[in-house]
């Protein structure tokens, strides 16, 4: 009984499948020699105990063979250690390992000789119809003796290599050939037997498995560095996109306007860009903060006029549950998810004043306090605002807070209008064009020349999202025309000619009042519209210009 229960005790620590059984063999031969109570012949002795030895020793290498598939998940160090072990597992000179591609044809992958040295092309010369044989049929083959077999000696290849010894395998995984090792030598091969091709299978199922691993780990690998390839190009892209080089502009102005962006990008400094509606205030802003240290962190981007008061204040600064009707949940405000990023405000001259004291907290103490909270959170961010309104006039008159202007006016950006960087005009045009044809699937649009002079005298009143509109529309509505005529742009007219038309047959008093006002338009223009500078310019008072862009119905942007 206790050598029964040893037994199964031994079975239990016995490795599984076809390597089990070929265990068990062994254990029963060698049960059979213990068990025998009559001299036997030396030879016969000796031979059962060689067989048994052979056996372990195959056992014992496919143990260590096994453990070195899985040491690695490189495919081409797998492979070559799966071709070394088969050639030592079967006693062979060469080793192939060839893989199903997509015509279901066996193709090679890899191809060594027993001194682990890879083989060269030429020498890929195997028996393809023992190859193709063991793929259809999905079964082991081993050949002692090629060149007497009667199903492949008279095969081409098998006469050619003048093969003795044979082997070759499927790699396979629920009934799914996915290649075949093969082996082969053109000797015969003592150290393998019929009963080892149990074990060699054996092999094969372990260095399937393996290969499977080793092929998803590739892929993963392989679409981690896609991800990440991928995310470096859209950064670049997105980069690139916003850079102040990429910004259209060739005129003085905005040349002076890339050099400050390029100062202060790399700083954490509060900057305030003023500029007329659609001069370009937000792109502007993305360019200070994708060329800038804090790129990598959130931009977010607000409108101050967009929303009433109570609702604004809760998008900044974010609000308790319960701290008003329809605070259902506890919400943080946009500086908290902008923390280590960047906020920009755009339209800040529209913020009521109650929330101006909030956003001076955070300029000067780097908090902010969501509404229905007491305590206060810390948040590093760079505040950029914009504005189209005269600030220095508001704050005299008592819209913006003194402090909170001071704080924000670090460094001043002033984005002149189109009409006064008329220049930029033309490269503005062709990156338009050439971005709307690639948008409609055009090409090879030209502009006529009356249209071109169209472009170059019309007011802008919209400035360069104005412009931008007028191309689109106009390359929407040519049809399959290439050439933009002055009927593709209905909607612009020229500029008038300075002082009005003083050629026609008008009284003195028109045409001094003509003059009168486009001198007061010039000087507004030249000061961003800033009605007290162009007071001071024109020697009158504040009052009194007033008065006179009220008369004139002159506009300020």
Known sequence: MKNKKDQENRHDQQPTGSARDIFAEVENDIDQVKRSDTVRAEETLLGRFEKAQHKLDKLEM???????????????ELLEKIIDSVIRLTDTDRGFLMLMNESKALEFKIARDREKHPLEEGDFTISSSIANDVARSGKPLFLSDAL????????KSVLNLQLRTAVCVPLAIEAKVLGVIYADSARLSPGLSPDDMSIVSAFAS????????AKLHGELVLSQENLARENLRLKQE??????????????????????TIQKIAPLSTTVLIQGETGTGKELIARAIHFNGPRKTKQLVTINCGAMPPELLESELFG??????TGATADKAGLFVLADGGTVFLDEIGEMPLSLQVKLLRVLQDGEVRPVGENTPRKVDVRVIAATNRDLAEDVKSNLFRRDLYYRLNVVPINIPPLRQRREDILPLVDHFLRKFESKMGKQGIEIAGDSMKLLLTNAWPGNVRELENAIERALALCGESRTLNATHFPDLTPEPAPF???????????????VEKQIIIDT???T?????????????????????IRKHKIHLS
């Open 319 to 324: 609000h308790k549950k319960g701290s008003f």
């Open 528 to 548: 961003n519209y800033k009605v007290t500078k162009a007071a001071v310019i024109l020697e009158v008072t504040r009052q009194h210009l007033h008065n006179k």
């Open 524 to 526: 507004l223009e030249k």
């Open 62 to 76: 496919l143990t260590d063979m096994t453990q070195s598939l899985n040491s690695t998940l490189n495919l081409n």
């Open 500 to 514: 009005g038309d003083l050629n026609k047959n008008k009284s003195l008093k028109e045409k001094l009042q003509a």
């Open 238 to 259: 997105l980069s690139g996109k916003y850079e102040y080089a990429g910004i259209i502009g060739k005129s003085k102005a905005m040349q002076d306007i890339f050099l």
């Open 148 to 155: 007497e077999d009667a199903r492949f000696k008279d095969q």
């Open 206 to 213: 372990q260095a399937t498995i393996a290969i499977e691993n």
